[in-house]
T-cell receptor, first 115, second 115 residues
Framework: DTGVSQDPRHKITKRGQNVTFRCDPI?????LYWYRQTLGQGPEFLTY????????KSRLLSDRFSAERPKGSFSTLEIQRTEQGDSAMYLC?????????????FGPGTRLLVL | AQSVTQLDSQVPVFEEAPVELRCNYS??????LFWYVQYPNQGLQLLLK??????LVKGINGFEAEFNKSQTSFHLRKPSVHISDTAEYFC?????????????FGSGTRLLVRP
């Protein structure tokens, strides 16, 4: 069990550029979540996948944001035409569905700075 | 809809002293409650969770929390803190029976342990 990994760990970009982040969940986990965390705040839910299906999206996920999980394994989060307000830590989490309330395991996050 | 309030943004405490981090939630339905810890530049790690049953929940690193339904609280405690406990602590809620698996987080409490 290598845990949830995210790449890159840091990204600096200029306003208007597109960025893409990758998340690799724990290998047998079928659920995958994206959260955003701004400075001094708790994580806020963005979207959630069960296998390859995107089942829920937050209103925070504007049209400039898109997430995919094409084969039910890794996931990507793309932000188009970045804005300074997109600067945040983007966290990925995964869990295994079971009869119990499963635990979400978080990755180290990707810190985005938009100049 | 659920919400979480962590009234204390920062709690300074001396090493080996006891500590309590407060968490209150708002929900019209039964909930599951979680405490996560975040060390600098890392993702979130689960400390403990309340699903049902005993209202006193024990977690890792000597932490425990008590679920109080009448006061809608889930305060985190440790009888004797260490320097290494310095971190950000987040309380989170999820509605039981929800079709949504997202976690709603509080804004966090920074625990600062001084020698």
């Amino acid at each position: 069990d290598t845990g949830v990994s995210q790449d890159p760990r840091h990204k600096i970009t200029k306003r208007g550029q597109n960025v893409t982040f990758r998340c690799d969940p724990i290998s047998e986990h079928n659920r995958l979540y994206w959260y955003r965390q701004t400075l001094g705040q708790g994580p806020e839910f963005l979207t959630y996948f069960q296998n390859e299906a995107q089942l829920e999206k937050s209103r925070l996920l504007s049209d400039r944001f898109s997430a995919e999980r094409p084969k039910g394994s890794f996931s990507t989060l793309e932000i188009q035409r970045t804005e300074q307000g997109d600067s945040a830590m983007y966290l990925c989490a995964s869990s295994l569905s079971s009869g119990d309330v499963e635990t979400q395991y978080f990755g180290p996050g990707t810190r985005l700075l938009v100049l | 809809a659920q919400s979480v309030t962590q009234l204390d943004s920062q709690v300074p405490v001396f090493e080996e002293a006891p500590v309590e981090l407060r968490c209150n939630y708002s929900s019209s339905v039964s909930v599951y409650l979680f405490w996560y810890v975040q060390y600098p530049n890392q993702g979130l790690q689960l400390l403990l969770k309340y699903l049902s049953g005993s209202t006193l929940v024990k977690g890792i690193n000597g932490f425990e929390a008590e679920f109080n339904k009448s006061q809608t609280s889930f305060h985190l405690r440790k009888p004797s803190v260490h320097i290494s406990d310095t971190a950000e602590y987040f309380c989170a809620v999820r509605g039981s029976g929800d079709s949504s698996y997202k976690l709603i987080f509080g804004s966090g409490t920074r625990l600062l342990v001084r020698p």
